[in-house]
């Protein structure tokens, strides 16, 4: 399967906490990118990190890439309650393609 | 430009009734992809055009589904004879193609609900 498969499937912390979210996967990647999704919306990209860079930062976001691992990690610091969402991967094969999105992470940020 | 729209919002229909789905990308993109998404669940690929050529379909979708872009602007999604189990989001994305200089991310409209009683 092209799939990613992420890591937790829910995860819950309180403000300030820092989330950490896994995407592990099977095919060889161009890219894999980061989206958010609030209940019942439309997703938002967040990031992307191609396949020979290690790590980016954007804002209070960090996403790592492990090719020989075949795995991804977000990293969301300083959690806000405005952060609750559904976190998705979404990889991109090495021939430009279409994008194919992970399970997902549901993310509950308590006041 | 406002960005991905999508029409309508909201759909209830019966089993065995036709719906048809409406995207507007964003003007600058000519590539505009439908995913489905049911709760819980990560967005499903379903089919992706550029310009008006549709490139790829995915093999979960039935002779029941049809998706055009007559003139590489705005797309529709047509169902045919609707069963309950395509009861789902239908979200449409567009972007640039992505290359070696692009990256391709997509851009969401906020999707079309279907609901089949």
């Known amino acids: 399967s092209q799939q990613g498969e992420e890591d937790p499937q829910a995860l819950s912390i309180q403000e300030g906490e820092n989330a950490t979210m896994n995407c592990s996967y099977k095919t060889s990647i161009n890219n894999l990118q980061w989206y958010r999704q609030n209940s019942g919306r439309g997703l938002v990209h967040l990031i992307l990190i191609r396949s020979n860079e290690r790590e980016k930062h954007s804002g209070r976001l960090r996403v790592t890439l492990d090719t020989s691992k075949k795995s991804s990690s977000l990293l969301i610091t300083a959690s806000r309650a405005a952060d609750t969402a559904s976190y998705f991967c979404?990889?991109?094969?090495?021939?430009?393609?279409?994008?194919?999105f992970g399970t997902g992470t549901r993310l509950l940020v308590s006041p | 430009d406002t960005g991905v729209s999508q029409d309508p919002r909201h759909k209830i229909t019966k089993r065995g009734q036709n719906v048809t789905f409406r995207c507007d990308p964003i003007?600058?993109?000519?590539?505009l992809y439908w995913y489905r998404q049911t709760l819980g669940q990560g967005p499903e690929f379903l089919t992706y055009?550029?310009?008006?050529?549709?490139?790829?379909k995915s093999r979960l979708l039935s002779d029941r589904f049809s998706a055009e872009r007559p003139k590489g602007s705005f797309s529709t999604l047509e169902i045919q004879r609707t069963e309950q189990g395509d009861s789902a989001m239908y979200l449409c994305?567009?972007?640039?193609?992505?290359?070696?200089?692009?990256?391709?991310?997509?851009?969401f409209g906020e999707g079309s609900r279907l609901t089949v009683l």
């Open positions: 003007s600058e993109h000519n590539r």
């Open positions: 994305a567009s972007s640039f193609p992505p290359s070696t200089a692009n990256t391709g991310e997509l851009f």
């Open positions: 979404a990889l991109r094969n090495t021939g430009f393609q279409k994008l194919v």
């Open positions: 055009f550029q310009n008006e050529a549709q490139l790829e």
